[in-house]
């Protein structure tokens, strides 16, 4: 079990450029959730997957997000023309089903310039 | 909808000094209920979890109960450390849905 990993830990790029980041799950975890979290906030609720399905998308902030997880196992969530209201930290969370413990991984931060 | 309030911070304690932080939330449903911590650099780490009403999540001395009727799921600790010093964020997790409150920052003096 070597935990839930994301990549990259930083990015910075600028404001309109499209960034894509990755996560990997703990092997056997059948859920997958994406988070944002901005400074003295919690984490807030994006999107998850069971295996491969996204079983929820409203939560997205909005049309530039998007995430997939085409195999059932890493995913990606890509921001597309990113605005500087978009910095913050990512999260992403494994767990084996619904309502069970999730484990997080360190977050992606990133800022727009 | 699904949400979570929670003790607005930040909250100064000294060492061995008694340790409440309140949630509440609101459901639809029967959710299960965490503590999550973050410590300074690191990432969310759950700290403790019930399932059901009435239940008790320990873990390292802090302790919370599932209060079906008050809606709440207050993390309490009899002494509290220099090393609990962290972000405490209480959390509810549906089938479908996950709400996390806004975190209370904890600082322990010695």
């Known amino acids: 079990d070597t935990g839930v990993s994301q990549n990259p830990r930083h990015k910075i790029t600028k404001r309109g450029q499209n960034v894509t980041f990755r996560c990997d799950p703990i092997?056997?975890?059948?859920?997958l959730y994406w988070y944002r979290q901005t400074l003295g906030q919690g984490p807030e609720f994006l999107t998850y997957?069971?295996?491969?399905?996204?079983?929820?998308k409203s939560r997205l902030l909005s049309d530039r997000f998007s995430a997939e997880r085409p195999k059932g196992s890493f995913s990606t969530l890509e921001i597309q023309r990113t605005e500087q209201g978009d910095s913050a930290m990512y999260l992403c969370?494994?767990?084996?089903?619904?309502?069970?413990?999730?484990?997080f991984g360190a977050g992606t931060r990133l800022s727009v310039l | 909808g699904n949400s979570v309030t929670q003790m607005e911070g930040p909250v100064t304690l000294s060492e061995e000094a008694f340790l409440t932080i309140n949630c509440t939330y609101t459901a639809t449903g029967y959710p299960s209920l965490f503590w999550y911590v973050q410590y300074p650099g690191e990432g969310l780490q759950l700290l403790l979890k019930?399932?059901?009403?009435?239940d008790k999540g320990s873990n390292k001395g802090f302790e919370a109960t599932y209060r079906k009727e008050t809606t709440s799921f207050h993390l309490e600790k009899g002494s509290v450390q220099v090393s609990d010093s962290a972000v405490y964020f209480c959390?509810?997790?549906?089938?479908?849905?996950?709400?996390f409150g806004a975190g209370t920052r904890l600082t322990v003096k010695p």
């Open positions: 092997s056997e975890h059948n859920r």
């Open positions: 997957f069971q295996n491969e399905a996204q079983l929820e």
């Open positions: 969370a494994s767990s084996l089903w619904g309502r069970d413990i999730q484990y």
């Open positions: 959390a509810l997790c549906s089938e479908d849905d996950m709400r």
């Open positions: 019930a399932t059901k009403a009435d």
